[in-house]
């Protein structure tokens, strides 16, 4: 059962979904940005892209650590199950998967912080309007409610 979750992401079940939000909240972000550049409004259009770069990086640190937690209690499920060849010795576990595994649950928790020091450093380094940055991370609230509308349509043909 996990060779399979491993096997592909785009195999996963609404996996095609997810990427349609990642890919959307950097659309709506720099479309949005795009439109206050067209204003002439750089600051605004810094703002507006950074929001969304940092909404984006939230919903990917999500999305992995959501996965690491399922893919732990995958092979934790599966685990009485196998047998091993060798009962006396502990399965084997990769020094990078652990690594990664660890650095996901990291991502995860501490994404909140990530995302705060993010907005400090573009509303400190780049002087743009602290607006313009939460507006720009709403742009992951647009493209969830999007990718949401869309899946009810097309299922309703």
Known sequence: MIGQL?????DLHGEQVLQRIAFLTLVFGFATAIVAMAL???????GLAGGAVLGWLNFR?????????LNAAMA??????????????????SVKSGISTAGSYL????????V???VYVIFNYLHVPLVSIGLGLCALIAAIMTASVWEVVKNVR
């Open 6 to 10: 491993q096997k592909s992401e785009a």
């Open 116 to 118: 705060a020091l993010g």
């Open 61 to 69: 640190w999500l999305r992995r650590g959501i996965r690491a937690m």
């Open 107 to 114: 991502a995860l928790l501490f994404r909140y912080a990530l």
């Open 76 to 93: 934790q499920a599966d685990a009485p199950r196998t047998a091993q060849p060798d009962a006396s010795r502990p399965p084997e576990k």
């Open 40 to 46: 002439h409004r750089a600051d605004w259009a810094k």
